[in-house]
């Protein structure tokens, strides 16, 4: 069993930056990627960027050059530094991981998401 629990939302004004963290917890044998999605009011999730633990990242191109996504293997954590926010970044944002854990029946590949944390972007 894996829990993902964020951190660092808030509000802030056009311009600001913030950075949300998330920590997985719980028995996790192999960590393979971890990643943001963000949903704003009326509007579909979307992938906001994601990382793999081999380094590899991969942003959506509203964010690109914006945002910057790292990620502590040995510590099991995610982070998004948030730079010229704008307002339309505005969203609840949802980290999530992809772990394989172990079982009864073996190893298991399991993507785990947060509860998410809200960032409001205003003036």
């Known amino acids: 069993q894996v829990q993902l629990v964020e951190s660092g939302g808030g509000l802030v004004q056009p311009g600001g930056s913030l950075r949300l963290s998330c920590a997985a917890s719980g028995t996790i044998s192999r960590l393979d990627a971890m990643g943001w999605h963000r949903q704003a009011p009326g509007k579909q999730r979307e992938v906001v960027a994601g990382i793999t633990s081999g380094g590899s990242t991969n942003y959506t191109d509203s964010v690109k050059g914006r945002f910057t996504i790292s990620m502590d293997s040995a510590k099991n954590t995610v982070s998004l530094q948030m730079n010229s926010l704008k307002p339309e970044d505005t969203a609840v944002y949802y980290c999530?991981?992809?772990?394989?854990?172990?079982?009864?029946?073996?190893?298991?590949?399991?993507?785990?998401w947060g509860q998410g944390t809200q960032v409001t972007v205003s003036s």
């Open positions: 999530n991981a992809d772990v394989v854990i172990w079982v009864y029946s073996g190893y298991k590949m399991q993507t785990v």
